[in-house]
């Protein structure tokens, strides 16, 4: 079945510790993307990949990091997790002419 | 984005009923749109697509329309069932290549009763 992996589904932690949402996704595509969802903000583009080894910022990179060593996989990073990244993050995955796929989501909660 | 005069954070309909569901978008330049549908606890999944050479798309109990003219979009679900009950964003995409700059809007709540 065509689809995009994030793990884990749901992460409580602690200000500073750091941690690492996976994103893996089988359908071969080139491009990668991580979002995040906050109420009255809808979804806004944290880093995105066009291909292996590329990467570039969306409209809210910081705090975040990312990398893309493998065309399936597409970490997301927090070195120093803050409450203000306390939300619901997604990775979707395309091929550059095509819609978007969507992974289930990762609800984050830094206290 | 979706500007506050179109926009309706939620709609509620009666099962049988056709939704409509409206989206302004913010750049004449926007070459390609796509709606999703987010039903809780999901993400987003793809409904339907248009590009801006095409004012009208269907598919199987939607269809897409788009007037560059006044820069709106909307979704039109036909025999709407509770299975539509759903969160519909419409995103429009400003970047050269389709998913790499994709602005989306707020979304619009739609509830459907029996």
């Known amino acids: 079945e065509a689809q995009v992996t994030q793990n884990p589904r749901y992460l409580i932690t602690v200000t500073g510790k750091k941690l690492t949402v996976t994103c893996s996704q089988n359908?071969?595509?080139?491009?990668m993307s991580w979002y995040r969802q906050d109420p009255g903000l809808g979804l806004r583009q944290i880093y995105y990949?066009?291909?292996?080894?590329?990467?570039d910022k969306g409209d809210v990179p910081e705090g975040y990091k990312v990398s893309r060593k493998e065309k399936r996989n597409f970490p997301l990073i927090l070195e120093s997790p803050s409450p203000n990244q306390t939300s619901l993050y997604f990775c979707?995955?395309?091929?550059?002419?095509?819609?978007?796929?969507f992974g289930n989501g990762t609800r984050l909660t830094v206290t | 984005g979706e500007s506050v005069g179109l926009h309706l954070p939620t709609l509620s309909v009666q099962e049988g009923d056709n939704s409509i569901i409206n989206c302004a978008y913010s750049?004449?330049?926007?070459?390609?749109f796509i709606w999703y549908k987010q039903e809780s606890g999901k993400g987003p999944q793809f409904i339907i697509d248009i590009r801006s050479n095409m004012d009208k798309r269907q598919g199987q109990r939607v269809t897409v329309l788009l007037n560059k003219t006044v820069k709106h979009l909307s979704l039109q679900i036909a025999a709407t069932q509770p299975g539509d009950s759903a969160v519909y964003f419409c995103a429009e995409n400003i970047g050269g290549q389709a998913g790499t700059a994709l602005i989306f809007g707020k979304g619009t709540t739609l509830s459907v009763s029996s």
């Open positions: 750049n004449s330049a926007s070459d390609y």
């Open positions: 359908m071969n595509h080139e491009y």
């Open positions: 979707a995955s395309g091929k550059t002419t095509s819609p978007l796929h």
């Open positions: 990949s066009m291909n292996v080894e590329v990467t």
